[in-house]
């Protein structure tokens, strides 16, 4: 069971600060989407929304065709993790789990006892006494097992070395295949998770970008290299993200992906053509210059 | 492990086929299932199935309801029939337009393709011994 | 689709459940502050009578700790387990409700064993002939053998420090530290106010018994501005 997520027109303010403004978005249920922005993009602000953390000064948000705001159905199969999680720090890691027992209605003890091990944290400990790492492991912990419809971690690898990362990466993707849900991921590490991904929102600024399927983001940045006059020739009428020149050589980042014939077209001219992955194509889709 | 030229899905499907072409996967042989795929490079399931539902309506894997995904009977004659059809367009005409280029003419080419290939045992000039 | 979830409903309904997770956390402080004060009221009574003479009830200033000590539990339980709460997909109005709940039920605790301590002190101190007297200010009863009137008195003072505590919790949570303090006369009001309505000369035509109605809808309002307070009240960025 998953939930969908649908905003129009969101709009949401910190006092006189404005963190989104009017973004439309539609989330699939049952599909693992990307989150992307820089910092201050508002993806935190988006996904405290969504959660039913805050309300939006303007327009709507939908979980599940409902408005999620004191909704109890909806929040109920809702879980934001954000960082370390809204953990109980003062009490027993153990204890804070047997308290969600109780109200999460799909949380499985067994998932989160061999997810404490994996992490390697113990249960009779507190996590105010835990490191930065083992704080955000256990909010990764609660997000798995809580397994909620609509599963939202928030930059929880903050603090969280490699290897830990890694496991959660793994765990997630086990768990989501054997029980499907919506799940949304907000990473730096686009490099780390980008495979995992079926689905790519970027937010910008407070607004939305894009979003689309990963599969065709992966496409849709091209570099091509090679005499200065040639490349420009050809990259003529294209959307160009970056350009770099070196001598005679230039290296320009183009949007918008290259179909076969295109292709052909630049190996004729002896040009070379190669992939851009997507943390470099968000790096070049958010930076602040503007090439054209 | 996947580099971003192509889709991954097809990067996927490419990856099967060379293997059932090369042999290390044989008929009736049993792949590793969309959920195996995921979990072991630590893609989306959802690509690894697009990577297996082209492969199966090519007619090279085969879906046995309960059990899994095996490779067709068929599947390396399916393949071998594919990449003689595709040779002389994808493999020999970019060689003979780099030839062209270079000006290297045509009797040494096959000069060397006569040179690098084994004499079958009926003495006629197969390259790399096939079956057939 | 969208309505025909699968996702199974709650065995019990939200407000039991986290009434019954809070008062589980405040007892188990509870009885730990409650053995402490009678612990201290008897080690007090010893001291007392070994260097001097026995003439006032002891146990009747422990009334103070009973109000502000579980003031301040109210505080943390309120604005600190708000983002808990609705991060583990349950409503603030459900956490409105059993709060309050469980700060009656609390006061209630505080009351009875307040109310049965001065009890025994009093036989304890008729046993040996000591006086009992009541020296705190203001107190409705004059002595402890009223015991429906301690009872009504303590339960109201009781309840108002819960129900203050949760005012002034999620008033610092949603107003911030500087709003939050100039708002203390009105969020503790009620606990300093309380007991003083019952006995003040400024209502005067009015017995203490006609009063105790006025305390009530004090303390309903108190209860009143919590819930206002928490309903809307948004969920704070993680501090990093």
């Known amino acids: 069971m998953s939930f969908t997520v649908s905003t129009r027109g969101l709009t949401v303010r910190y006092g006189r600060t404005t963190a989104l403004e009017g973004v439309n978005l539609e989330l699939a249920a049952g599909a693992i989407h990307g989150l992307l922005g820089r910092n201050g993009s508002g993806k935190t602000t988006l996904l405290s929304t969504i959660a039913a953390f805050r309300r939006p000064a303007a327009g709507t948000v939908l979980v599940d065709g409902e408005d999620p705001w004191e909704n109890e159905r909806v929040m109920r199969g809702m879980c934001l993790i954000r960082e370390s999680g809204d953990v109980q720090v003062d009490l027993r890691m153990r204890d804070h789990l047997g308290y969600l027992a109780d109200v999460r209605p799909n949380f499985d003890g067994d998932l989160a006892g061999r997810l404490m091990d994996t992490f390697e944290l113990d249960p009779k400990r507190r996590p105010s006494k835990l490191s930065r790492g083992k704080k955000s492991a256990f909010g990764a912990v609660v997000g798995l097992a809580s397994r909620a419809e609509l599963t939202i971690f928030d930059e929880v690898h903050l603090g969280m070395d490699a290897p830990s990362r890694f496991a959660f990466y793994d765990a997630l993707l086990a768990d989501y295949i054997e029980h499907p849900r919506t799940v949304v991921l907000s990473s730096h590490l686009i490099d780390e998770i980008q495979l995992m991904l079926e689905r790519v929102v970027i937010l910008d600024r407070g607004r939305l970008l894009l979003a689309d399927d990963a599969e065709t983001l992966r496409a849709r940045g091209v570099s091509v290299t090679g005499p200065a006059e040639a490349v420009d020739r050809f990259t003529e009428d294209r959307t160009v993200l970056r350009r770099q020149q070196l001598g005679g050589t230039s290296q320009v980042t183009v949007d918008g992906g290259l179909s076969a014939a295109d292709r052909a077209t630049a190996t004729q001219l002896g040009l070379e053509v190669g992939p851009i992955d997507l943390q470099s194509l968000f790096v070049h889709l958010t930076e602040k210059e503007v090439v054209r | ?132 | 689709m969208s309505a025909t979830t699968a996702s199974p409903a709650l065995r019990w309904s939200t407000v039991t459940l986290t009434a019954r997770w809070l008062l589980r956390q405040h007892l188990r402080i509870a009885l730990w502050a409650v053995a402490i004060v009678l612990l201290a009221v008897t080690v007090a009574v010893g001291l007392v009578d070994r260097y001097g003479s026995v003439d006032i009830s002891i146990v009747q200033f422990a009334r103070q700790g009973f109000v502000w000590f579980p003031f301040s539990m109210a505080i943390m339980m309120s604005a600190g387990f708000l983002n808990v709460h609705v991060a583990s997909g349950l409503t603030r109005r459900s956490l409105g409700w059993a709060s309050i709940a469980v700060g009656l039920g609390m006061a209630g605790f505080y009351t009875v064993v307040m109310t049965a301590a001065l009890q025994l002190e009093r036989a304890v101190y008729g046993s040996r002939g000591w006086a009992q007297q009541i020296t705190d200010n203001a107190p409705v009863f004059a002595d402890t053998s009223q015991v429906g009137w301690i009872l009504v008195d303590v339960g109201l003072l009781f309840a108002s420090a819960q129900l203050s505590g949760l005012l002034v919790g999620i008033s610092y949570y949603r107003l911030g530290g500087w709003w939050g303090t100039l708002v203390l006369p009105l969020t503790v009001g009620p606990v300093l106010v309380v007991t003083p309505l019952l006995t003040t000369p400024l209502l005067d035509p009015l017995s203490s018994l006609a009063r105790v109605p006025i305390a009530v809808a004090l303390l309903g309002l108190t209860a009143a501005a919590y819930l206002v307070l928490l309903r809307r009240s948004p969920v704070r960025p993680v501090a990093t």
């Not at chain 2, 894997?61 to 595709?86: P, S, T």
Request: charged share 25%; aromatic share 6%; proline share 5%.
């Open chain 2, 1 to 132: 492990m996947f580099d971003g030229r192509d889709p991954i899905y097809l990067q996927i499907a490419d990856q099967i086929r060379g293997e059932i072409l090369a042999g290390t996967l044989s008929g009736q042989e049993q792949v590793m299932s969309t959920t195996q795929y995921a979990t072991t490079y630590r893609i989306n399931p959802a690509t690894a199935a697009k990577a297996f539902t082209e492969l199966v309506d090519e007619g090279l894997l085969v879906k046995r309801r309960g059990v899994g995904m095996f490779v067709a009977d068929d599947a390396r004659d399916r393949l071998l029939v594919r990449r003689r059809e595709r040779f002389f367009t994808d493999v020999v005409d970019p060689v003979a337009a780099e030839a062209r280029l270079l000006g290297i003419p045509v009797e040494q080419i096959v000069g060397r393709l006569r040179a690098t290939s084994t004499p079958g045992p009926d003495g006629s000039g197969r390259t790399a011994e096939e079956g057939s």
